[in-house]
């Protein structure tokens, strides 16, 4: 089958793009989504395109398809009591103190799986960050076992937002793209990589290594780089944080007829001084790094988010609370991220300055450095 990866600029509606795909195809279709947000909208816009057939039309999270579809048919080559359940880790549940607990590695003496490196100490539940370690092994171990009863199960199984997932889970995709009998699409954006599955040093992790493995394993390319979301101005300066990437530039869908909407659209940097008064007299929605961010201004009655929490939302008008980092990027730095060790500080930026539709304003000091090429709002 033709395995296809289909790279989507932020607001390009790739949600309605498969699940009207789903729709239309008309035949057992599962898509696998990271987060619980993404699986609600994913139902919702379902719904919305008039979906109504849910038995073959499912939505599972990652860690829930691995758990039902890859390691609990097969488990007991490994593992004889059921694992019940998963337990979220936030950091390497091998480590302590920033050094590694004892028995806690992939294989025992005897070079028997062992089972302190997946599962809690009472057997119960499976970490998440080694859920799809245990997943590939299991595939291996059973010579595919698992495709080969999903492929009785589904004809399309897509991976949506496969920006978030790294090192093993990479594996599994890789081994259901070999199937004869799946049409695998993996969709996302990787300038918007906020989140990561799994706390893991195995590759792929950076964007350049996703994009590589597809590359690799002869996956079409199709790019969306019409945003449905955002005007023409905030395209332009989006893009900018991922200048030189290989991303195509994006484009504008979005038509205003407003005339009051139109008095003022685009992207502006705001003096500290003036951003009560942009605030009384616009009201945006404050994206800011903390819940902290902001306080000084007068936004009690607004709406405030994060940037992280923001992904996947759209807003008219927004104000970015921003960054030491984000301040020196927008002043002309374009080395501002490149000490950090992630590329989350960086996707975090692109993902605020892509949730309006119609006007961006960044707060920076009094003081405006003339390497700021940004239009200066003026009350």
Known sequence: MNNKIIIACAGAGKTHRIVNEAIESGEKTLIITYTINNQKEIYEKYKQLGGSDFINFKVKGLFTFILEDIIRPYQNIVFEKRIESLIFNESDPHRKDNRAIPGRKAKLEN?????????????????????????????????????????????????????????????????????????????????QTIYQTAITTKKPISTSEKIKFFNDKKFSKENISKSRRCISDICKVSDIVHDGMG???????????????????????????????????????????N?????????????????????????????????????????????????????????????????????????????????????????
């Open 111 to 191: 070079g028997n799986i062992n089972p302190l490196h997946y599962l809690t100490s009472d057997g119960n539940k499976i970490h998440s960050t080694y859920i799809a370690k245990l997943g590939a092994y299991i595939i291996q171990k059973t010579k595919g076992a698992p495709i080969k009863r999903l492929e009785e199960i589904y004809k399309n199984i897509y991976f949506d937002e496969v920006q978030d997932l790294v090192g093993w889970d990479y594996e599994i995709i890789n081994s259901i793209s070999k199937s004869k009998k799946i049409s695998l699409c993996c969709v996302g954006d990787f300038r």
């Open 247 to 289: 991303f195509e530039p994006t484009t504008s869908t979005v038509e205003i007829k407003d005339l009051e909407i139109l008095k003022h659209t685009g992207v502006f940097v705001i003096k500290d001084s003036d951003v009560n008064t942009y605030i009384e007299r616009f009201k945006p929605v404050i994206l800011r790094s």
């Open 291 to 379: 819940l902290d961010g902001g306080k000084k201004y007068n936004i009690d009655n607004l709406m405030k988010i994060t940037y992280g929490k923001s992904k996947g939302l759209g807003f008219d008008r927004t104000l970015i609370i921003p960054t030491k980092n984000y301040i020196d990027f927008i002043c002309g730095n374009k080395k501002a991220f490149d000490k950090q060790k992630t590329e989350s500080s960086k996707n975090k930026l692109y993902v605020a300055l892509t949730r309006a539709r119609y006007s961006v304003a960044i707060v920076l000091p009094n003081i405006i450095p003339e390497t700021c090429e940004l239009t200066i709002w003026n009350p």
